[in-house]
């Protein structure tokens, strides 16, 4: 079971299918306000964050899909993809 799955439950809908994104690479954890993928495009870490499809059931006000800068605080063997401080949101959306 992919860990959005076991972090927010068998109900939550992303709205995509990530087998169609094998790039994708599921980071999602408990704690997390949302779902997040991770990604890597020209030697960049991004994030994406897929908040619930109903705005009202959301915790933090905002677009339902958001891209984020990323470091890895790890290597490439293992990572640990987090978006720092420094991170800057690269694109937001309500569809996907």
């Known amino acids: 079971m992919q860990p959005y ?17 094998p790039f994708l690479i599921d980071n999602s954890y408990g704690n997390d ?3 997040s993928f991770y ?3 020209n030697n960049q870490y991004n994030i994406l964050w897929v908040e619930h499809e109903l705005a009202s059931n959301r915790e933090i006000e905002g677009a339902r899909y958001t ?11 293992f990572p640990e993809i987090y978006a720092g401080a420094e991170a800057v949101n690269i694109f937001e959306c309500e569809t996907s």
Do not use: R
């Not at 939550?12 to 169609?20: A, C, K």
């Not at 891209?67 to 063997?77: F, Q, T």
């Open 39 to 41: 990604f890597k495009q």
């Open 67 to 77: 891209i984020e800068s990323a470091i890895n605080e790890g290597n490439d063997e």
């Open 5 to 21: 799955l076991q972090a927010f439950g068998t109900q939550f809908n992303l709205g995509f299918n990530p087998n169609d994104y």
């Open 33 to 35: 306000t949302c779902v």
